[in-house]
């Protein structure tokens, strides 16, 4: 499941150049919501999922989740307009809402607090081998016509056999337990650094994908296809990073809640400086990085101070918070983006963002500490 949660929003970025040029009559913003809608439904559907495991157990929401996960990402390879197009990545949103938390939420339920940092960190690396699969094929699938990339969703049924042999059909959550807004309201308040964090990360990270498809063809000798392998050598980083993230936590401890955000500001730097190989080498490096410390490090540590059952309590808001920084990212670069102006400006601004963020993760720091338990 993990490797299918990315899909959702990236695997569509290397596409976006030739669905842009398909409905050529549409604004930029229109056609990135193909990448960014599908976050805000995951949201909603984040914040029913506590509501949904007391009624439904493990094993049906998972074949559920994954059954509308195919029909809507591969439904849209027969969709032509854009309104409809949007109404099917809204439905694959939903899909993805039940899924995103059962697949970080169920290695809490399963596994003792000393093996999460381990098995987060395979899970991220699982989500990243998805982006780099999922990246490759649709970029592929999109030299042939720009529709034909809605095809790689077609992954998921390995996904759905797996999920309908080995999982078992428990209940997550004692039906006896109430969920309600006053909960809610605790859990935001316990939990507030890590849900901003996770929103910050997704709306630094995804200024990658919305933007670079269609800014590094500025640079005439990188090819659909080699534009393509610089966006999978970034998952490439980040899947290195998840496979020993255990033990990078281990040896930084206390600082590497810092790694991300000074990560992401050199990352962002480099795209920031042109076109040039070098530079775009150079982000994809350090984006990577940081989004493969990021992800498994936020995760891990809200689990752990979750318990057994994070999975119904703070994985899924720590979800939503992901998803909503993929929604808001091109709604909060791009109208900044255009005060800076200049092809690199969407970068220009990820700078800007990743100060805040370091500042975010200083303050936070002292108030909640978001350290290695």
């Not at 994070?310 to 992901?322: E, F, G, Q, W, Y």
């Not at 720091?365 to 978001?370: A, F, G």
Request: net charge positive; glycine share 8%.
């Amino acid at each position: 499941m993990s490797l299918l949660t990315v899909m959702a929003g990236a695997a569509m970025a290397p596409a976006l150049g030739v669905i842009r040029q398909h409905f050529d009559s549409y604004n930029s913003l229109t056609v990135q919501f193909i990448v960014s809608l599908p976050a805000l439904f995951i949201i909603l559907t984040n914040l029913t999922f506590p509501l949904l495991c007391r009624r439904i157990k493990s094993l049906s929401l998972a074949i559920g989740g994954l059954l509308l996960y195919i029909v809507a990402g591969v439904g849209a390879y027969w969709i032509d307009n854009m309104a409809l197009l949007l109404i099917f990545r809204a439905l694959l949103g939903i899909s993805v809402g039940i899924i995103m938390p059962l697949s970080t939420g169920l290695l809490t339920y399963y596994f003792p607090p000393e093996r999460q940092s381990q098995l987060m960190g395979l899970a991220a690396a699982t989500n990243q081998l998805g982006g780099i699969v999922a990246t490759l094929v649709a970029g592929i699938l999109a030299n042939i016509s720009w529709n034909s990339s809605f095809l790689v969703y077609l992954l998921g049924l390995f996904a759905l056999v797996l999920v309908a042999k080995y999982l078992p059909n428990d209940s997550l959550t004692d039906k006896s337990t109430k969920v309600n807004d006053a909960s809610a309201r605790q859990l935001f308040r316990t939990y507030h650094p890590y849900i901003g964090a996770m929103c910050l990360i997704m709306i630094l990270f995804f200024i990658f994908p919305t933007n670079f498809a269609i800014t590094a063809q500025s640079n005439p000798r990188l090819s659909t296809n080699s534009i393509t392998l610089l966006m999978v050598g970034l998952d490439v980083f980040a899947l290195l990073i998840g496979l020993c993230f255990s033990s990078i936590m281990q040896l930084c401890k206390t600082w590497i809640k810092y790694l991300t955000p000074l990560c992401f500001l050199l990352g962002y730097a480099a795209f920031s400086l042109g076109s040039e190989i070098i530079c775009l080498l150079l982000g994809c490096l350090f984006v990577g990085i940081a989004n493969g410390i990021g992800v498994p490090y936020i995760n891990t540590i809200a689990s752990i101070k979750g318990g057994r059952h994070a999975s119904t309590t703070i994985m899924p808001l720590i979800s939503a918070a992901l998803y909503a920084g993929q929604f808001l990212s091109p709604i909060i670069v791009n109208p900044c983006s255009q005060l800076l102006k200049g092809t690199t400006s969407p970068y220009q601004v990820g700078v800007l963002l990743a100060l805040i963020f370091l500042a975010h993760t200083y303050i936070t720091s002292h108030s909640q500490s978001i350290e290695h338990s």
